[in-house]
Structures are given as C-alpha cells and as structure tokens.
T-cell receptor
Framework: GQSLEQPSEVTAVEGAIVQINCTYQ??????LSWYQQHDGGAPTFLSY????GLEETGRFSSFLSRSDSYGYLLLQELQMKDSASYFC????????????FGKGTTLSVSS | DSGVTQTPKHLITATGQRVTLRCSPR?????VYWYQQSLDQGLQFLIQ???????AKGNILERFSAQQFPDLHSELNLSSLELGDSALYFC?????????????FGSGTRLTVV
C-alpha cells in the first residue's frame, strides 16, 4: 500500500519562509498533491506535481524528486492566515484512484 | 462556497442509532469521495463513486454503506453508531478523478455520538 510521512508540527514567524517535507512509499508513482486545511474547515487543493522540479503558484511552491520519493511545500512571506494544517497526498494505487493523505503538518505562524 | 454541498453540518445522536449524511457534488463532477477525519487524525478514505458506480473502497466499516444516485448526489449511511464514530465526515468531488485538478471538498458534517 501507499504511505506518507510528514512532520507533525512546524512553527515560523510572519514574513519567514517555511518548508514542509513529505516522503512517500508507493507501489507506483502517479503524482503528489498538497492540500491546506484551516481548523475545522474543508481541505482545499494547493498544488500537484507529476514531474520532478519546482511548481510555483504565488507565495506557495511545491517540489518533487521522484528518485528520492520526496517532495516539499514551500511557503514564502508567511502570513498569519497561513496557520493551518497541510497534507500531502498520493493516489491509492494508480492514477484516477482516490487520494491517500498523510497525517498532516500543523503550521503555526506567529507575529 | 466550494460548490460541494454537505448536509447536515452538525449531527448529534446516540450510540446504536443510524444516520445518513448527504453530499451534492460540484456541477459537472462525476467522482465522489467520502473521507473520515477524527481528532488528531488525517483524512481516512472511506469510499469512492464514479458516475453512479462504486469505484473503490477504503477503510470503511461494514456498519457503514454509501451510494451515488442518478443525479450524482451521494449518501453515506452510518449504522449501529459507536462513540468512536464521532468525527468530521467530508465529501469531495472531482471531474473524473484527475489529481492534477484537485478535489473540491465540502464543508463537512460533524458527527457527535453520545
């Protein structure tokens, strides 16, 4: 089966840069996704990486290294509103199948 | 509003009871997924439907069942409820299960079993 590992907590201050890592073990690779969830809210889609390298979307970027089974989410110019949980996810067993999520990383941004 | 509608938002019920959670996917989306999120737990995949057919089952208990109707809305039925079933239940939808476009989640149903 698939499994994902990510740190449980990360703390940072406003304006800083933070990196949330995710390592995965999969029987095949069909992309790595990232989701954000504010406390008690709905998860929202942030990014998707199918190929190695960095994908940038505004203040958020996501990186993938398939050879290392590793990816990260990079958040720049942190704001208080970025305090949330961040989940990496991979398809259960092949493309188009339901996502399996990591346990999530809680990011706390302080002033 | 994400476009995925879940009802009810909150549900309090007693052990042993049965409840039904409802989900209307975003317009045009054919895939519906149900996830359970307990306190301090990640999102646990329960079941997936695509265009009315069951596509995949995850960690769904035998006491739980689901279906997707011709209008593509879905219902998750939870029976013989136990205290441990207390959790947030999310429904998500996607156009065709393509990860690149992401899933759209509803705001969830918070179930409390007392």
């Amino acid at each position: 089966g698939q499994s994902l590992e990510q740190p449980s907590e990360v703390t940072a201050v406003e304006g800083a840069i933070v990196q949330i890592n995710c390592t995965y073990q999969t029987s095949g690779f069909y992309g790595l996704s990232w989701y954000q969830q504010h406390d008690g809210g709905a998860p929202t889609f942030l990014s998707y990486n199918a190929l190695d390298g960095l994908e940038e979307t505004g203040r958020f970027s996501s990186f993938l290294s398939r050879s290392d089974s590793y990816g990260y989410l990079l958040l720049q110019e942190l704001q208080m509103k970025d305090s949330a949980s961040y989940f990496c996810a991979v398809p259960r067993n092949q493309a188009g199948t339901a996502l399996i999520f990591g346990k999530g990383t809680t990011l706390s941004v302080s002033s | 509003d994400s476009g995925v509608t879940q009802t009810p938002k909150h549900l309090i019920t007693a052990t042993g009871q049965r409840v039904t959670l409802r989900c209307s996917p975003r317009s045009g989306d054919l895939s519906v997924y149900w996830y359970q999120q307990s306190l301090d737990q990640g999102l646990q995949f329960l079941i997936q439907y695509y265009n009315g057919e069951e596509r995949a089952k995850g960690n769904i208990l035998e006491r739980f069942s689901a279906q997707q109707f011709p209008d593509l809305h879905s219902e998750l039925n939870l029976s013989s409820l136990e205290l441990g079933d207390s959790a947030l239940y999310f429904c998500a939808s996607s156009e065709g299960g393509q990860e690149a476009d992401g899933y759209t989640f509803g705001s969830g149903t918070r179930l409390t079993v007392v």
